[in-house]
């Protein structure tokens, strides 16, 4: 069966940097892009970042636009999620997912998706 395990979250302080994991089992990875997503508590799920089946094409959201970098390893099964310059208004649960849909259009919004890890919480502190 399809998993998404997601590994790196914690506490960092305002300025600094963690860099998250998902590893991808049950399905072959190559042939599925993949996305981070991220929902704080009380707000909806906002889309983070997406990367397509070769990491030959990548979309970052406007928020986190040159301080967030997505790549994947299609050899380890792996999609990560490289954050710098964090700032408090980043801490979220931040959930890996894959992306059923093969055009780019559907990337952006948790519908896009059908497969989801079970996150792991960042949490940056001022």
């Known amino acids: 069966q399809v998993q998404l395990v997601e590994s790196g979250g914690g506490l960092v302080q305002a300025g600094g940097s963690l860099r998250l994991s998902c590893a991808a089992s049950?399905?072959?990875?190559?042939?599925?892009?993949m996305g981070w997503f991220r929902q704080a508590p009380g707000k909806e799920r906002e889309f983070v970042a997406a990367?397509?089946?070769?990491?030959?094409?990548?979309y970052i959201a406007d928020s986190v636009k040159g301080r967030f970098t997505i790549s994947r390893d299609n050899a380890k099964n792996t999609v990560y999620l490289q954050m710098n310059s964090l700032k408090p208004e980043d801490t979220a649960v931040y959930y890996c997912?894959?992306?059923?849909?093969?055009?780019?259009?559907?990337?952006?919004?948790?519908?896009?998706?059908?497969?989801w890890g079970q996150g792991t919480q960042v949490t940056v502190s001022s």
């Open positions: 049950g399905y072959t990875f190559s042939s599925y892009a």
């Open positions: 997912a894959r992306a059923w849909a093969g055009y780019s259009s559907a990337y952006f919004q948790p519908s896009g998706y059908d497969y």
């Open positions: 990367i397509s089946r070769t990491g030959g094409t990548t």
